[in-house]
């Protein structure tokens, strides 16, 4: 029976290299487990989280397992009922959740860089409490904790006392019998026997000490004895021991129990990190053979660049080698390749790089090419190796034969076929017709086909008929020896005449050997060689275009380093340039700026200065307004007008503004504005003073008529009286902008007057916005003032802050 193609293109070597950069059991048997599969979603989500895993060790990050332990024996007690966990396997348990968790904790925060992982981290069971009750009651030792139950805990306190109790009980009996010599003192001679404490006692001495012999000495001097004393202290240890064993069996089976109601996640969360450490173990793989994911395609198309064998790279590295790489293609026309060339030049290794390309790519593992795109096959067919068996009466010819059959039993356009050394173990003529026929029957199956041969009618088979390339592996016919290059499009030479030569045949059996080839044998040959060295120049030239090609980018790319260079010089001069006239702008800003400050805070001065002025020449004006009124006052006698008779001053409460009132010193009664409660505001014409409300004498009630002077005496003394009416509209609001406060002030200030004496509620006082002093100036004075309730600002849509509402007493 024929052995299976894996096992012929050694995909088990491939796994067994893979599964080396594993970091636990369970990932390398997962990578063990793999097999070609067909499902090319199922793949190509499989290689995407590889290519997220190869991306995550570039970024200079490891993820590996290796402190975990193989968990499929543990498990597997799981599933048995009546089956309780090891300390040790309950631990391994709790590394498995714990594990899971760091998982879990590593990519919470990975979802934009590493969705796919992330996902298939967070899809992970939250196992943490396992691990908190294990991790409780289970010490990493091994032993079980005092704190795993309260009984636990009451039993192993009650066997430290029982100790206690018992070597207390023993050293008194030593101390007794006077053996308490040495530096270690009694304790020394406290021993184990049976699991009982003990004492060694002489055995001539043995009746001396009452009690029980558990065992002598091996000269037979000293006995281990047990006092009667101590035998009940002793049997009560025994019992706690043993109760201390069952609460410890019963822990474990508690744990156990937890364990298998979880067994479910638990296997779920083993098979997760067995995938994950599989992941990482591919990306660890191709990260070391310079492997590529895949492209899988719709069609019957196959491409491979400089693909690589990773089973035969492994085995040249450790000597310094490298393994030729290949490149080829297959598909779109042209499905049956046939490779031809010297023996030992590489025409297995050949079939199998393609073969152990396309079940690494069908079984979630990268292929170690530059390039790698092909369809999904429904099976991989390989005929390669010498199959005769003595046993099963088999030769090469008829293995060959069977193998080829079962072949055609099941190959389809979707299948991929390698056959090594077609044609071979018969008669040349027959063995070339077979294989034409094959080949033939293949090509109409559309079938992906690779042979080799050493037939010159397969080599001129291929060269005739449409949808077959020949190829050759090169062979050095300078040095006599092949460089495993495969050379598609051109047929190769069998070359065995000077391979003999190289391997030291004698030179005359040679010669005659290339005497004896027929005359159409020498041109097939000369004609073969003449096409090998027409693609070798062909190969020169275009080696000789790239590199020039490659020195025209190398020099674009340096003119272009050098223009960004000079452009960024260019640039730095004008940011520096920039800079500089930044700079100086800014200092100029800060001199004008600091120009400007000292402007505004003269300014300032200035209108500091002219308030100081105005409120002097508003005083000044109010000592002058005085000392008219006190001049009228001392002439007022003269006029024959006698003065109210001294009196008492007027009580504050029959005081209220625009009343007329007698004010002592003068003779004349004055209109009361307004009074602070020590000086009082009074109006006399248009001036205006203050007296000390003491000085207020009277009040006039509002009939009575003043009596004027006489004209006469008027005239006399050069003063005339006239009614000035008011200089504000009778309205509702006055306008001050443009106004001093000093003059802002006594305008509202009579406005306001005249408008409480007309009863109305409220006035509004227009201001403006400006600098905000005259606002602010006028609300301090009408916050003073007695006839005002309550100031406030305008409504927003009918002038808000620059006019200020003042609400009048009633």
């Given at each position: 029976?024929?052995?299976?193609?894996?096992?012929?293109?050694?995909?088990?070597?491939?796994?067994?290299?893979?599964?080396?950069?594993?970091?636990?059991?369970?990932?390398?048997?997962?990578?063990?487990?793999?097999?070609?599969?067909?499902?090319?979603?199922?793949?190509?989500?499989?290689?995407?989280?590889?290519?997220?895993?190869?991306?995550?060790?570039?970024?200079?990050?490891?993820?590996?397992?290796?402190?975990?332990?193989?968990?499929?024996?543990?498990?597997?007690?799981?599933?048995?009922?009546?089956?309780?966990?090891?300390?040790?396997?309950?631990?391994?348990?709790?590394?498995?959740?714990?594990?899971?968790?760091?998982?879990?904790?590593?990519?919470?925060?990975?979802?934009?860089?590493?969705?796919?992982?992330?996902?298939?981290?967070?899809?992970?069971?939250?196992?943490?409490?396992?691990?908190?009750?294990?991790?409780?009651?289970?010490?990493?030792?091994?032993?079980?904790?005092?704190?795993?139950?309260?009984?636990?805990?009451?039993?192993?306190?009650?066997?430290?006392?029982?100790?206690?109790?018992?070597?207390?009980?023993?050293?008194?009996?030593?101390?007794?019998?006077?053996?308490?010599?040495?530096?270690?003192?009694?304790?020394?001679?406290?021993?184990?026997?049976?699991?009982?404490?003990?004492?060694?006692?002489?055995?001539?001495?043995?009746?001396?000490?009452?009690?029980?012999?558990?065992?002598?000495?091996?000269?037979?001097?000293?006995?281990?004895?047990?006092?009667?004393?101590?035998?009940?202290?002793?049997?009560?240890?025994?019992?706690?021991?043993?109760?201390?064993?069952?609460?410890?069996?019963?822990?474990?089976?508690?744990?156990?129990?937890?364990?298998?109601?979880?067994?479910?996640?638990?296997?779920?969360?083993?098979?997760?990190?067995?995938?994950?450490?599989?992941?990482?173990?591919?990306?660890?793989?191709?990260?070391?053979?310079?492997?590529?994911?895949?492209?899988?395609?719709?069609?019957?198309?196959?491409?491979?660049?400089?693909?690589?064998?990773?089973?035969?790279?492994?085995?040249?590295?450790?000597?310094?080698?490298?393994?030729?790489?290949?490149?080829?293609?297959?598909?779109?026309?042209?499905?049956?390749?046939?490779?031809?060339?010297?023996?030992?030049?590489?025409?297995?290794?050949?079939?199998?790089?393609?073969?152990?390309?396309?079940?690494?790519?069908?079984?979630?593992?990268?292929?170690?090419?530059?390039?790698?795109?092909?369809?999904?096959?429904?099976?991989?067919?390989?005929?390669?190796?010498?199959?005769?068996?003595?046993?099963?009466?088999?030769?090469?010819?008829?293995?060959?034969?069977?193998?080829?059959?079962?072949?055609?039993?099941?190959?389809?356009?979707?299948?991929?076929?390698?056959?090594?050394?077609?044609?071979?173990?018969?008669?040349?003529?027959?063995?070339?017709?077979?294989?034409?026929?094959?080949?033939?029957?293949?090509?109409?199956?559309?079938?992906?086909?690779?042979?080799?041969?050493?037939?010159?009618?397969?080599?001129?088979?291929?060269?005739?008929?449409?949808?077959?390339?020949?190829?050759?592996?090169?062979?050095?016919?300078?040095?006599?020896?092949?460089?495993?290059?495969?050379?598609?499009?051109?047929?190769?030479?069998?070359?065995?005449?000077?391979?003999?030569?190289?391997?030291?045949?004698?030179?005359?059996?040679?010669?005659?050997?290339?005497?004896?080839?027929?005359?159409?044998?020498?041109?097939?040959?000369?004609?073969?060689?003449?096409?090998?060295?027409?693609?070798?120049?062909?190969?020169?030239?275009?080696?000789?275009?790239?590199?020039?090609?490659?020195?025209?980018?190398?020099?674009?790319?340096?003119?272009?380093?050098?223009?960004?260079?000079?452009?960024?010089?260019?640039?730095a001069e004008l940011e520096k340039s920039f800079r500089e006239t930044q700079k100086r702008l800014q200092d100029e800003v800060a001199r004008l700026t600091e120009e400007i400050k000292d402007r505004v805070l003269r300014a300032q001065v200035e209108k500091q200065s002219g308030r100081r002025l105005g409120k002097l020449s508003s005083e000044a004006v109010a000592e002058a307004d005085a000392a008219v009124v006190e001049t009228l006052a001392a002439s007022q006698p003269d006029l024959g007008v006698t003065p109210p008779a001294p009196g008492k001053p007027v009580a504050l409460e029959t005081l209220s503004a625009g009343l007329r009132v007698?004010?002592?010193?003068?003779?004349?009664?004055?209109?009361?504005?307004?009074?602070?409660?020590?000086?009082?505001?009074?109006?006399?014409?248009?001036?205006?003073?203050?007296?000390?409300?003491?000085?207020?004498?009277?009040?006039?009630?509002?009939?009575?008529?003043?009596?004027?002077?006489?004209?006469?005496?008027?005239?006399?003394?050069?003063?005339?009286?006239?009614?000035?009416?008011?200089?504000?509209?009778?309205?509702?609001?006055?306008?001050?902008?443009?106004?001093?406060?000093?003059?802002?002030?006594?305008?509202?200030?009579?406005?306001?007057?005249?408008?409480?004496?007309?009863?109305?509620?409220?006035?509004?006082?227009?201001?403006?916005?400006?600098?905000?002093?005259?606002?602010?100036?006028?609300?301090?004075?009408?916050?003073?003032?007695?006839?005002?309730?309550?100031?406030?600002?305008?409504?927003?849509?009918?002038?808000?802050?620059?006019?200020?509402?003042?609400?009048?007493?009633?």
């Amino acid at each position: 029976m024929s052995r299976p193609a894996e096992e012929l293109l050694e995909f088990d070597r491939l796994k067994e290299i893979v599964s080396r950069s594993t970091t636990c059991v369970s990932g390398r048997r997962a990578i063990e487990a793999l097999t070609p599969q067909q499902n090319v979603a199922g793949l190509e989500s499989e290689f995407e989280l590889v290519r997220e895993a190869i991306a995550y060790l570039r970024g200079g990050f490891e993820l590996g397992f290796g402190s975990l332990a193989d968990p499929e024996t543990w498990l597997a007690r799981l599933a048995v009922p009546a089956s309780v966990l090891l300390p040790t396997e309950l631990l391994d348990a709790a590394l498995l959740a714990e594990t899971v968790d760091g998982v879990r904790q590593i990519f919470r925060s990975e979802h934009v860089r590493y969705p796919r992982l992330a996902e298939r981290a967070a899809a992970l069971a939250d196992l943490r409490h396992i691990s908190v009750a294990i991790r409780r009651a289970v010490m990493p030792s091994g032993e079980i904790s005092d704190d795993a139950s309260p009984q636990l805990k009451r039993i192993r306190a009650s066997i430290v006392q029982s100790r206690g109790t018992i070597h207390r009980s023993l050293e008194g009996i030593l101390r007794a019998r006077g053996e308490t010599s040495g530096e270690s003192g009694a304790d020394a001679y406290v021993t184990l026997r049976n699991d009982r404490f003990v004492i060694p006692v002489r055995a001539s001495d043995r009746r001396a000490v009452p009690g029980v012999v558990h065992a002598a000495s091996a000269t037979g001097q000293t006995v281990f004895v047990e006092p009667l004393e101590t035998i009940d202290l002793n049997n009560r240890l025994v019992q706690l021991g043993e109760e201390e064993a069952v609460e410890i069996a019963r822990i474990l089976e508690e744990l156990t129990a937890r364990l298998r109601a979880e067994r479910g996640p638990l296997e779920a969360a083993s098979a997760s990190i067995a995938h994950f450490d599989s992941l990482f173990a591919r990306a660890r793989f191709a990260r070391e053979f310079d492997c590529v994911i895949p492209e899988f395609t719709a069609g019957n198309s196959l491409r491979l660049e400089g693909a690589r064998n990773p089973v035969l790279e492994a085995t040249l590295r450790p000597q310094g080698r490298k393994a030729v790489p290949l490149s080829l293609a297959l598909g779109n026309g042209e499905t049956v390749m046939v490779v031809s060339g010297p023996n030992t030049g590489g025409k297995t290794v050949s079939l199998k790089t393609v073969g152990l390309a396309a079940l690494s790519a069908q079984s979630g593992i990268p292929v170690a090419a530059e390039i790698a795109q092909m369809p999904i096959f429904d099976r991989v067919l390989a005929d390669i190796g010498d199959e005769q068996s003595i046993a099963a009466d088999l030769s090469t010819f008829s293995a060959h034969m069977l193998n080829l059959k079962s072949m055609l039993d099941v190959a389809t356009e979707h299948s991929l076929i390698l056959v090594d050394e077609m044609g071979t173990g018969t008669a040349p003529e027959e063995g070339a017709a077979l294989s034409v026929a094959l080949l033939e029957e293949f090509r109409a199956r559309r079938a992906l086909t690779i042979a080799t041969t050493h037939h010159d009618r397969l080599k001129a088979y291929a060269s005739t008929t449409p949808g077959i390339v020949n190829a050759a592996m090169e062979f050095d016919e300078e040095n006599l020896r092949p460089t495993y290059r495969l050379l598609v499009g051109v047929p190769g030479t069998s070359s065995g005449i000077e391979i003999a030569r190289r391997l030291g045949l004698p030179a005359r059996v040679v010669d005659h050997a290339h005497a004896s080839l027929s005359p159409e044998s020498r041109e097939a040959r000369d004609l073969i060689a003449y096409l090998h060295r027409s693609r070798g120049e062909m190969e020169e030239v275009k080696r000789q275009a790239r590199e020039e090609l490659a020195q025209l980018e190398a020099d674009r790319r340096a003119l272009q380093t050098e223009w960004v260079e000079r452009q960024k010089k260019r640039i730095a001069e004008l940011e520096k340039s920039f800079r500089e006239t930044q700079k100086r702008l800014q200092d100029e800003v800060a001199r004008l700026t600091e120009e400007i400050k000292d402007r505004v805070l003269r300014a300032q001065v200035e209108k500091q200065s002219g308030r100081r002025l105005g409120k002097l020449s508003s005083e000044a004006v109010a000592e002058a307004d005085a000392a008219v009124v006190e001049t009228l006052a001392a002439s007022q006698p003269d006029l024959g007008v006698t003065p109210p008779a001294p009196g008492k001053p007027v009580a504050l409460e029959t005081l209220s503004a625009g009343l007329r009132v007698q004010v002592k010193g003068f003779r004349q009664p004055m209109i009361f504005r307004r009074h602070d409660g020590r000086m009082a505001e009074v109006e006399a014409g248009a001036l205006r003073m203050k007296v000390p409300l003491a000085d207020i004498m009277g009040v006039e009630a509002e009939s009575k008529t003043e009596k004027p002077a006489s004209a006469e005496a008027a005239r006399l003394r050069g003063i005339t009286v006239h009614a000035k009416p008011s200089s504000e509209p009778s309205a509702e609001e006055i306008n001050v902008i443009g106004c001093r406060l000093e003059e802002a002030t006594r305008r509202v200030e009579k406005f306001i007057d005249e408008a409480a004496l007309a009863g109305k509620p409220s006035v509004r006082i227009i201001h403006g916005h400006g600098m905000g002093a005259l606002r602010r100036g006028l609300a301090e004075a009408l916050s003073a003032n007695p006839l005002v309730e309550k100031i406030h600002a305008e409504a927003e849509d009918r002038g808000g802050a620059a006019i200020t509402i003042a609400e009048l007493k009633s």
